[in-house]
Protein backbone atom coordinates (compact mmCIF):
# COMPACT_ATOMS: atom_id res chain seq x y z
CA UNK A 1 0.00 0.00 0.00
CA UNK A 2 1.59 3.43 -0.79
CA UNK A 3 1.73 6.43 1.67
CA UNK A 4 -1.07 8.44 1.63
CA UNK A 5 -1.10 12.71 1.75
CA UNK A 6 -3.94 14.84 2.21
CA UNK A 7 -3.12 18.46 1.40
CA UNK A 8 -5.61 21.08 2.49
CA UNK A 9 -6.42 24.31 0.71
CA UNK A 10 -7.57 27.05 2.29
CA UNK A 11 -9.03 27.99 -1.89
CA UNK A 12 -10.53 24.92 -2.31
CA UNK A 13 -13.95 25.81 -1.65
CA UNK A 14 -16.13 22.00 -2.73
CA UNK A 15 -13.95 20.08 -4.99
CA UNK A 16 -12.00 16.84 -3.49
CA UNK A 17 -9.58 15.13 -6.05
CA UNK A 18 -6.23 12.48 -5.70
CA UNK A 19 -3.79 11.69 -7.84
CA UNK A 20 -0.62 9.08 -7.75
CA UNK A 21 3.04 10.73 -7.06
CA UNK A 22 5.66 8.02 -7.50
CA UNK A 23 4.60 5.95 -4.66
CA UNK A 24 2.37 7.98 -2.77
CA UNK A 25 -1.42 8.98 -3.54
CA UNK A 26 -2.47 12.81 -3.27
CA UNK A 27 -5.41 13.67 -2.06
CA UNK A 28 -6.41 17.72 -2.68
CA UNK A 29 -9.20 18.74 -0.24
CA UNK A 30 -10.72 22.01 1.33
CA UNK A 31 -9.25 23.15 4.39
CA UNK A 32 -12.28 23.64 6.25
CA UNK A 33 -13.55 19.40 5.86
CA UNK A 34 -13.81 17.66 9.10
CA UNK A 35 -11.40 14.88 10.42
CA UNK A 36 -14.76 12.78 9.07
CA UNK A 37 -15.04 14.28 5.85
CA UNK A 38 -11.43 13.96 5.19
CA UNK A 39 -11.59 10.33 6.38
CA UNK A 40 -14.27 9.48 3.90
CA UNK A 41 -13.09 11.73 0.81
CA UNK A 42 -9.78 9.81 1.25
CA UNK A 43 -11.65 6.19 0.63
CA UNK A 44 -13.84 7.43 -1.96
CA UNK A 45 -10.71 8.81 -4.01
CA UNK A 46 -8.57 5.75 -3.43
CA UNK A 47 -10.96 3.63 -5.03
CA UNK A 48 -12.10 6.23 -7.60
CA UNK A 49 -7.89 6.40 -8.36
CA UNK A 50 -8.19 2.09 -8.50
CA UNK A 51 -11.10 1.88 -10.51
CA UNK A 52 -9.75 4.33 -13.37
CA UNK A 53 -5.97 2.37 -12.83
CA UNK A 54 -7.72 -1.31 -13.49
CA UNK A 55 -9.52 -0.32 -16.42
CA UNK A 56 -5.87 0.59 -17.58
CA UNK A 57 -4.12 -2.14 -16.94
CA UNK A 58 -4.02 -5.66 -19.06
CA UNK A 59 -3.51 -9.18 -18.09
CA UNK A 60 -0.90 -11.39 -19.64
CA UNK A 61 -3.42 -12.82 -22.14
CA UNK A 62 -3.75 -9.10 -23.65
CA UNK A 63 -0.12 -8.30 -23.88
CA UNK A 64 0.83 -11.25 -25.70
CA UNK A 65 -1.82 -10.31 -28.30
CA UNK A 66 -0.50 -6.95 -28.58
CA UNK A 67 2.96 -8.29 -28.67
CA UNK A 68 1.67 -10.55 -31.51
CA UNK A 69 -0.16 -7.64 -33.37
CA UNK A 70 2.58 -5.17 -33.22
CA UNK A 71 5.14 -7.90 -34.34
CA UNK A 72 2.93 -8.14 -37.58
CA UNK A 73 2.46 -4.79 -37.99
CA UNK A 74 6.04 -3.71 -37.55
CA UNK A 75 7.95 -6.87 -38.55
CA UNK A 76 5.75 -8.48 -41.04
CA UNK A 77 5.12 -11.28 -37.70
CA UNK A 78 8.49 -12.47 -37.75
CA UNK A 79 9.21 -11.74 -33.90
CA UNK A 80 7.36 -14.58 -32.69
CA UNK A 81 7.94 -15.33 -28.30
CA UNK A 82 6.91 -17.95 -26.79
CA UNK A 83 5.32 -15.89 -23.78
CA UNK A 84 4.35 -12.20 -22.80
CA UNK A 85 4.23 -11.57 -19.08
CA UNK A 86 4.46 -8.82 -16.59
CA UNK A 87 6.82 -9.32 -13.80
CA UNK A 88 6.91 -7.57 -10.44
CA UNK A 89 11.11 -8.55 -10.49
CA UNK A 90 12.53 -5.62 -12.87
CA UNK A 91 13.29 -2.08 -11.41
CA UNK A 92 16.21 -0.92 -13.33
CA UNK A 93 14.84 -1.68 -16.61
CA UNK A 94 11.38 -1.30 -18.41
CA UNK A 95 11.42 -5.23 -20.39
CA UNK A 96 13.41 -7.60 -20.89
CA UNK A 97 14.42 -10.55 -23.17
CA UNK A 98 15.46 -13.65 -23.35
CA UNK A 99 16.11 -14.60 -27.09
CA UNK A 100 16.66 -18.29 -26.90
CA UNK A 101 13.76 -18.38 -24.94
CA UNK A 102 11.35 -16.61 -26.92
CA UNK A 103 10.37 -15.41 -24.09
CA UNK A 104 9.63 -11.10 -23.10
CA UNK A 105 9.14 -9.68 -19.74
CA UNK A 106 7.68 -6.64 -19.19
CA UNK A 107 7.99 -4.27 -15.55
CA UNK A 108 4.66 -4.19 -13.84
CA UNK A 109 6.03 -0.52 -13.57
CA UNK A 110 4.70 0.31 -17.31
CA UNK A 111 1.08 -0.46 -15.69
CA UNK A 112 -0.85 2.60 -16.35
CA UNK A 113 1.69 4.55 -18.59
CA UNK A 114 0.13 5.64 -21.96
CA UNK A 115 -0.27 2.66 -24.38
CA UNK A 116 2.02 3.83 -27.07
CA UNK A 117 4.88 3.79 -24.01
CA UNK A 118 3.85 0.45 -23.19
CA UNK A 119 3.94 -0.81 -27.10
CA UNK A 120 7.43 1.08 -27.32
CA UNK A 121 8.72 -1.97 -24.85
CA UNK A 122 7.28 -4.49 -26.69
CA UNK A 123 8.38 -3.38 -29.80
CA UNK A 124 11.72 -2.84 -28.21
CA UNK A 125 11.96 -6.45 -26.83
CA UNK A 126 10.41 -7.95 -29.80
CA UNK A 127 13.02 -6.33 -31.63
CA UNK A 128 15.33 -8.45 -29.43
CA UNK A 129 13.83 -11.59 -30.78
CA UNK A 130 15.36 -10.33 -34.59
CA UNK A 131 18.31 -8.73 -33.31
CA UNK A 132 20.32 -9.43 -30.16
CA UNK A 133 22.37 -6.29 -28.70
CA UNK A 134 21.86 -2.71 -29.36
CA UNK A 135 23.63 -2.17 -32.53
CA UNK A 136 22.87 -0.54 -35.68
CA UNK A 137 20.39 -3.06 -37.51
CA UNK A 138 18.78 -3.31 -34.19
CA UNK A 139 18.05 0.53 -34.54
CA UNK A 140 17.00 0.14 -37.76
CA UNK A 141 14.25 -1.97 -37.00
CA UNK A 142 12.89 0.33 -34.04
CA UNK A 143 12.68 2.94 -36.75
CA UNK A 144 9.14 1.19 -37.90
CA UNK A 145 7.95 1.85 -34.99
CA UNK A 146 6.69 5.84 -35.34
CA UNK A 147 6.61 7.04 -31.80
CA UNK A 148 9.99 5.39 -30.41
CA UNK A 149 11.51 8.74 -29.70
CA UNK A 150 8.55 10.12 -27.71
CA UNK A 151 8.33 6.97 -25.76
CA UNK A 152 11.66 7.30 -25.08
CA UNK A 153 11.50 10.91 -23.56
CA UNK A 154 8.75 9.88 -21.87
CA UNK A 155 10.44 7.12 -19.75
CA UNK A 156 13.49 9.52 -19.37
CA UNK A 157 11.37 11.78 -17.87
CA UNK A 158 9.98 9.20 -15.49
CA UNK A 159 13.26 8.28 -14.58
CA UNK A 160 14.21 11.56 -13.89
CA UNK A 161 11.29 12.24 -11.70
CA UNK A 162 12.14 9.29 -9.40
CA UNK A 163 15.53 10.98 -8.62
CA UNK A 164 13.62 14.40 -7.45
CA UNK A 165 12.91 14.53 -4.10
CA UNK A 166 9.57 14.63 -3.41
CA UNK A 167 8.36 17.58 -1.09
CA UNK A 168 5.05 19.31 -0.50
CA UNK A 169 4.02 21.46 -2.95
CA UNK A 170 1.28 23.43 -1.01
CA UNK A 171 -1.78 25.33 -2.76
CA UNK A 172 -4.18 23.61 -5.22
CA UNK A 173 -1.63 21.42 -7.14
Not at 31 to 51: F, G, H, I, P
Not at 61 to 89: H, M
Not at 131 to 142: A, D, E, Q
Request: proline share 5%; glycine share 6%; net charge positive.
Amino acid sequence: MSAIEVRRSARRRRTVSAYREGDRTVVLIPARMSEAEEQRWVTVMLDKLAAQESKRLIGDTELAERAERLSIQYFDGRARPTSVRWVTNQNTRWGSCTPSEGSIRLSHRLQGMPEYVVDYVLVHELAHLLVPGHGPRFWRLLDAYPRTERARGYLEGVVAADRLPHRPTGGDE
